[in-house]
């Protein structure tokens, strides 16, 4: 599973690179992940669906093209 995982999250990266924006596509790989790892420590992930679209609204709305 982590293998595939890795391989989807580089290919994500790497069509997002071709379009120049490599710093955007770390901060949503990496605040994903930290999204699941701090509802993972509190609440055994029975929020992570609830935090994960707390986050993207917020992130997405951040990027988003105005």
């Given at each position: 599973?982590?293998?595939w995982l890795?391989?989807?999250?580089r290919?994500?990266?790497?069509?997002?690179d071709r379009a120049g924006e490599v710093e955007v596509a770390r901060?949503?790989?990496?605040a994903f992940f930290?999204?699941?790892h701090v509802s993972d420590v509190l609440s055994g992930r029975a929020d992570?669906?609830?935090?994960w679209r707390d986050?993207?609204?917020?992130?997405f709305?951040?990027?988003r093209a105005d």
């Open positions: 599973m982590i293998d890795g391989r989807h999250i290919a994500e990266i790497a069509l997002v901060s949503l790989v990496s930290g999204s699941q992570v669906v609830e935090r986050l993207s609204g917020l992130l709305r951040s990027i």
